[in-house]
């Protein structure tokens, strides 16, 4: 069995994003349930408050815009529940599903050549495009 080592430092962020999402998650909540209809908004407000507390600059913060339409696809294609409300761990389920999703779609995006690899060559095709976009800072980060 292989285990993965954490630093306190990522243990306390990881643990503080997840504060943040179930105080979010809770405001909207009535006896432990969201509306389905609320999933979007409480998704934005978490996104929000990430960007306040710094874990997303105003450069991510403005590019992640996608993650909207995932989270919204992976309502329609699993809310089973129909009740009209989903718990904190349908909540949980359905944002991983959706953080999944626009993973796979950034790395098709960024798959210049379709071969289910992103070589060095692409990157550095990626790194010029954004950067000609003027995000310097995102084109850094992804050097």
């Known amino acids: 069995l292989n ?17 943040i999402t179930k105080a979010c998650f809770d405001a909207k909540a009535s ?31 403005d590019s992640i815009n996608g993650f909207q339409e995932d989270l919204q696809g992976a309502v329609e294609r699993f809310y089973v529940d129909l009740d009209g409300f989903i718990d904190w761990d349908e909540f949980l389920a359905l944002m991983m599903e959706a953080r999944s999703s626009y993973y796979k779609s950034l790395f098709k995006m960024y798959d210049l050549n379709e071969d289910n690899q992103i070589d060095k060559s692409e990157m550095e095709i990626i790194v010029a495009q954004i950067r000609a976009r003027g995000e310097a800072e995102k084109g850094k980060k992804m050097e």
């Open 31 to 61: 006896k432990g349930k969201i509306p389905v209809d609320e999933i979007l908004a409480v998704s934005v407000t978490v996104k929000e408050q990430f960007k306040e507390a710094g874990f997303l600059s105003s450069e991510e913060f």
């Open 3 to 19: 285990t993965v080592e954490i630093s306190d430092e990522k243990r306390e962020k990881i643990q503080k994003i997840i504060e």
